[in-house]
């Protein structure tokens, strides 16, 4: 049996995908289950600091006022956890983007 860090890093890519994805409801279910990982273990979220920044440019950019607030939401939960992620940006630069 996988270890629950090992199955995150499997399905990492794909739940990043989904946090961006055309269909509303695809991209709503991402962001909800991205944003309940960064709440409940920030630290697992974090080992991905390239893959979760270029999504959080991608959310700020964004014309869907819940994606930003969820974008913006997770790096607050990220930066809170232990500083900011290696070369990125607090929740009021996402916010600025």
Do not use: C, W
């Not at 990492?12 to 709440?39: E, K, N, P």
């Not at 969820?70 to 009021?92: M, R, V």
């Amino acid at each position: 049996m996988a270890a629950p860090l090992d199955i995150f890093d499997q399905g990492i890519d794909a739940l990043l995908h989904t946090a961006v994805d055309a269909y509303t409801r695809v991209r709503q279910r991402g962001l909800l289950v991205l944003l309940q990982l960064s709440r409940a273990n920030a630290p697992m979220v974090r080992k991905y600091p390239d893959a979760i920044t270029r999504l959080l440019l991608h959310l700020a950019q964004s014309n869907d006022p819940d994606a930003q607030q969820a974008g913006a939401e997770i790096a607050e939960l990220l930066k809170l956890s232990s500083g900011p992620l290696q070369g990125t940006f607090s929740s009021q630069t996402v916010n600025q983007a």
